[in-house]
């Protein structure tokens, strides 16, 4: 059982940035792919970054593509949500998830370990 812990949320100003971890316990973290989702109030989960068990795959959602930049690292047992040019449609519950697999892609339903989420708040 792999637990999940995010920190780094918080209140920012539209243009400004927030960096999010998660670190992971409990398995071997090398062998999961890592994502981020995040939540906003009346609205489904929605994908926003994903990253392979090595590094070497990542994608984003279109919405973050060019600002958000996901990265790990295994020896931490961490992954990481570097967030740049916030907009205040980026205010969300975000969510740090493995997926028993090497790269878990971009569907909510492929991850199978989720953290309890971090408030990122962007004002305008």
């Known amino acids: 059982q792999v637990q999940l812990v995010e920190s780094g949320g918080g209140l920012v100003q539209a243009g400004g940035s927030l960096r999010l971890s998660c670190a992971a316990s409990?398995?071997?973290?090398?062998?999961?792919?890592m994502g981020w989702f995040r939540q906003a109030p009346g609205k489904e989960r929605e994908f926003v970054a994903a990253?392979?068990?090595?590094?070497?795959?990542?994608d984003y959602a279109d919405s973050v593509k060019g600002r958000f930049i996901i990265s790990r690292d295994n020896t931490k047992s961490t992954v990481s949500l570097q967030m740049n040019s916030l907009k205040p449609e980026d205010t969300a519950v975000y969510y740090c998830?493995?997926?028993?697999?090497?790269?878990?892609?971009?569907?909510?339903?492929?991850?199978?370990?989720w953290g309890q989420g971090t408030q990122v708040t962007v004002s305008s």
């Open positions: 998830a493995a997926a028993r697999s090497v790269y878990g892609g971009t569907s909510y339903s492929r991850y199978d370990y």
């Open positions: 990253i392979s068990w090595s590094g070497g795959i990542m």
């Open positions: 409990g398995g071997t973290f090398s062998r999961y792919g």
